[in-house]
């Protein structure tokens, strides 16, 4: 068994999960066994579209959190090294400047160097991480563990990542095929064309962006070969939280949700038109994603859409959609087994 910490630093999110990796079953699998997950928004990414650089403050607010994070590590045995602990840094991290500033920053506080990743590495380890959970098509965990493999696994999934900063499209069975990163996002789309509101013009440009974006991605993942469409983070658990019409968020009822295609895009139509009262209401929306979500839900009601309509012309339309709640942050964590372990 090894005892593990994983970072997952993205544009608006920074989390943190220790976990012991460990072998048993009857399958044999490698599986996480989670002590303990952290997330918190810190909005590292603000204005980093624009100027790019970081804010000071959004770096001083990141980094705050990261001396908290390397406190817990400290408080529940994880060797603070390289084969024990990994930080991994997205999106905002990749266009900003001034991330020298960032890195060194992470250094001092946790020890260890983060990992600005590349757009097919984040694809990799969000693909990875959502073979983990409920909705993954692995072996589903209990309460005990979280499985890493031996499902029957036999059509392409299509996963997608959707971030502050980037949005990540990976298509493969048991193991990514063919990956694209666009660089659009809930943050991104929110400060390029909604941060005035949602009015038919920015609306408009917005869904223009973001289709362009698709057509790029179709050209490097054949979208139409999509057997299933598997979800990934906060954005896509909020709208499907909405679609399930919770009171509050419930990780039970989310990981593994599947929704018709129908109440997917009505969902999202509810939250890009909500009003501030609204999103204030929902038990579910952290306050600091009501400010972007609206043009998040946007991000996936363009690819659910997309998705729907390649995979119509390939002759099996997809009419459903599965939200996982394992994803990047699972995927850098089992990819932390010792040799000859890894998923």
């Known amino acids: 068994m090894t005892r593990v910490a994983a970072v997952d630093c993205g544009t608006n999110t920074i989390r943190l999960l220790v976990a012991d990796i460990v072998r048993d079953g009857p399958d044999g699998a490698v599986r996480l066994r989670p002590l303990h997950r952290s997330s918190s928004i810190v909005r590292l990414g603000q204005g980093v579209d624009r100027t790019g ?5 959004a770096l001083e607010r990141t980094l705050a959190v990261v001396r908290e994070y390397a406190a817990t ?9 390289a084969a024990h602990a990994r ?7 990749r266009d900003a400047e001034n991330r ?22 984040e694809a990799r380890l969000s693909f990875a991480g959502s073979l983990l959970g409920a909705g993954g098509g692995a072996v589903a965990g209990d309460e005990d563990g979280e499985a890493a493999g031996g499902g029957a696994l036999s059509s392409p999934r299509l996963v997608v990542d959707l971030g502050g900063g980037s949005t990540e499209l990976v298509l493969g069975v048991a193991a990514p095929q063919s990956a694209y990163s666009m660089n659009t996002g809930s943050v991104r789309i929110t400060e390029r064309h909604l941060a005035d509101g949602v009015t038919p013009a920015a609306d408009a440009a917005a869904r223009a962006e973001v289709r362009a974006l698709l057509d790029r991605a179709a050209d490097a993942v054949d979208l139409g070969a999509a057997a299933r469409l598997v979800g990934l983070a906060g954005t896509i658990s909020t709208v499907t939280a909405h679609a399930l019409g919770l009171e509050s968020f419930d990780r039970e009822a989310i990981d593994g949700a599947e929704l018709s295609v129908e109440r997917v895009l009505a969902a999202c139509d509810a939250i890009v038109h ?10 579910y929306l952290l306050p600091g994603r009501r400010d972007v979500i609206a043009a998040g839900a946007l991000v996936w009601s363009e690819v659910v859409a997309r998705v729907v309509a390649d995979t119509t012309a390939a002759g099996h339309p997809l009419t459903m959609t599965v939200t996982s709640l394992s994803d990047i942050l699972d995927g850098i964590a089992v990819s932390l087994a010792p040799a000859g372990e890894a998923a």
Request: glycine share 8%; aromatic share 8%.
């Open 100 to 121: 020298d500033e960032f890195v060194a920053g992470v250094h001092d506080a946790l020890g260890i160097l983060p990992e600005v990743v590349t757009g097919q590495e």
């Open 73 to 81: 590590c400290t408080a529940l045995q994880v060797p603070l090294d």
């Open 53 to 57: 650089r970081f804010d000071a403050e």
């Open 87 to 93: 930080f991994v840094a997205t999106s905002a991290t």
């Open 274 to 283: 909500s009003t501030a009262a609204q999103r204030e209401s929902w038990g």
